[in-house]
């Protein structure tokens, strides 16, 4: 019950996913701790509410926001304190070769450290989001699922081999006691910002 009572974490707040997530929490009652950078736009939220319906006050006041970065393991473990479940929502979306170093840099260290920090605070389970690009997919293949292996010699942008390096953080976690689960989304719509991630492919 004590757990139950702790507020959800949310990496990614501000991007399409993490958003919606924060909003449906909310909307069920559940208290929100989410972390966002300098340079975030937070109004998405105020959107999605008013988008959705309304209820502003009422629903902004489950939703706690703290300055942190998940490539900062010290700040992200300090936020996460007294956390009950986190959500790992923050990526760098791009399927490019001019963004791979930054791609793979943040995606994987982010999420060694938010493992790190879920370790550390004793949390009561994680969610990492992932992608159906970190699943082992040939090309031609029209079926895909958490069976197939990894085969390092097929194609795999820079986004996809990010997301499979940070299961892998997931897994190590895994090993050391870390209750989690991993999500492989495929192609992500809604209201939002349009001009992000994989809804800019239709723009």
Known sequence: M???????????????????????LISHGVKVRAIYRETSNR???????????????ELLS???WVES????????????KGSGNVYH???????GNKDKDLVIDNNVQGTANVVKACL????????????????GANDGEMMVNE???WDEKGHRSPYGISKYL??????????????????????????????????????
């Open 2 to 24: 004590e757990a139950e009572m702790k507020p959800a974490f949310v990496t990614g707040g501000t991007g399409l996913l993490g958003s919606h997530l924060i909003y449906a």
């Open 43 to 57: 109004d998405i939220i105020k959107k999605l509410i008013g988008y959705y319906g309304g209820r502003e006050n």
């Open 62 to 64: 489950r939703l706690e």
């Open 69 to 80: 970065d998940i490539g900062n393991l010290a700040s992200l473990t300090e936020a996460m």
């Open 89 to 95: 929502c923050a990526a760098v979306v791009s399927f």
């Open 120 to 135: 550390e605070n004793k949390v009561r389970k994680l969610c990492h989001v992932s992608s159906n690009a970190a699943l």
């Open 147 to 149: 069976d197939h292996g």
């Open 166 to 203: 940070s299961e892998r953080e997931v897994w190590k976690g895994m090993e050391e006691g870390l209750n989690a689960v991993i999500v492989n989304p495929t192609l992500i719509l809604g209201p939002g910002d349009w001009k992000r991630g994989s809804v800019s492919f239709f723009l």
